[in-house]
C-alpha cells in the first residue's frame, strides 16, 4: 500500500510545541549535526534565489501555508536584508504557532490561522506559495483540495515550492519516527508528490534533493558535492518547484 493511503494518524496538535518548537527540534536532528535554523535558513535561501519575479512595481506577495511559528519570514528577511519589496503572509491551523509568529513583529509579514484547506485569500493574489515541510502533517485526503486553493490563489506565472523530507533516505525516516511531533506524518515520495501537484493543475518545474550529508566526521568534507547530487533521490530532502499548468 502506498504510504498516501494508508488511514491518518491523529493529528499532530502543534499548539503544544508553539512554545519550544525550535529547541524540541534541535534535540531531534542531534544525529544530523546541524540545528534546526540550518535547514530553515536554506530555505529562505533557496526562495530568495528562485522566487519568479513580481509584477514590475509590485512587492514580492508570498504566502507560506503551514508557517508555524514565522521563522522562515524571519529568515527571509534576514536572507534579503529587510522588508523592502516584499509582503508575506503566514497561515496555519496552530493558534499557538500563529501567536507566537505575531509576537515576532516582523516587518512586511502577517500571520493568521485558517481552516487547514480553504485558503482565506482571493484569486491570483501571490507570486510564491511555499510548503516548508508540512504537506507530510496535511491528511493525505486534503491535499490535493488545499494545493487546488493555492493554485487558485496563485498568480499566472507564480511560483509554489514545496520543500519535503524524502522517505528515501534511512537517516530521515529515522529522525521523523523519533520526533515528538512527527507522530502524524504522512512522508511523501517526490514521485507521487510530482503527480499530487499535477493533479491540482500545476505543471513541476523543477525536483531538487538536498541534504545528503550529516555535519560530522569525513562527510564534512562531501558537504561541496551536494550541489552536483541534486538529481540523485537520495538527499534527505527534496523541494519541487511548480507553475500554474493554465
Ligand atoms: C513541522 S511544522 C513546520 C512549520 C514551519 N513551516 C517551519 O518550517 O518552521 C508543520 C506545520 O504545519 C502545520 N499544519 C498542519 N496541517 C496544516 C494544514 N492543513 N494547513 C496548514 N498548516 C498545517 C502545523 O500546525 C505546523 O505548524
Known amino acids: 500500500m502506498e504510504p498516501e493511503n494508508k488511514p491518518s494518524p491523529p493529528p499532530t496538535d502543534f499548539d503544544q510545541f508553539a512554545r519550544n518548537y525550535r529547541d524540541v527540534h534541535d534535540v531531534n ?7 534546526s535554523d540550518y535547514f530553515a535558513a536554506q530555505k529562505a535561501r533557496i526562495l530568495v534565489e528562485e ?3 513580481p509584477d ?3 512587492p514580492l506577495r508570498l504566502l507560506d501555508v503551514g508557517c508555524g ?4 519570514e524571519a529568515l527571509i528577511l534576514a536572507a534579503r536584508g529587510g522588508s523592502a519589496g516584499i509582503q508575506m503572509e503566514g497561515i496555519d491551523v496552530s493558534a499557538q504557532s500563529v501567536e507566537e509568529a505575531q509576537s515576532q513583529q516582523l ?8 481552516d487547514g ?32 486553493e493555492c493554485r487558485r490563489t496563485l498568480k499566472p506565472g507564480g511560483g509554489l515550492f514545496l520543500f519535503e ?12 519516527k523519533s520526533c515528538p511531533f512527527d507522530g502524524d506524518a504522512i ?16 505543471r513541476v518545474l523543477a525536483k531538487s534533493f538536498i541534504n545528503f550529508f550529516p555535519n560530522r566526521g569525513v562527510f564534512q568534507k562531501l558537504m561541496p558535492l551536494e550541489n552536483r547530487l541534486r538529481r540523485l533521490p537520495l538527499g534527505a530532502q527534496y523541494y519541487l518547484r511548480a507553475a500554474r499548468a493554465d
Open 187 to 202: 512522508l511523501l515520495r517526490s514521485g507521487p508528490a510530482a503527480d499530487l501537484l499535477r493533479r491540482a493543475g500545476f
Open 107 to 114: 516587518p512586511g509579514a502577517a500571520f493568521r490561522v485558517y
Open 56 to 58: 514590475a512595481g509590485s
Open 29 to 35: 536532528l542531534k544525529p544530523s549535526g546541524f540545528p
Open 165 to 176: 523530507h524524502n522517505p528515501l533516505n534511512p537517516l530521515t525516516q529515522y529522525l521523523v
Open 51 to 53: 522566487s519568479p519575479a
Open 69 to 72: 511559528t514565522g521563522r522562515l
Open 117 to 148: 484547506q480553504h485558503i482565506p485569500f482571493d484569486a491570483d493574489s501571490f507570486d510564491v506559495i511555499v510548503f516548508c515541510c508540512v504537506m507530510h502533517h496535511v491528511p493525505p485526503a486534503i491535499r490535493e483540495p488545499l494545493l487546488k
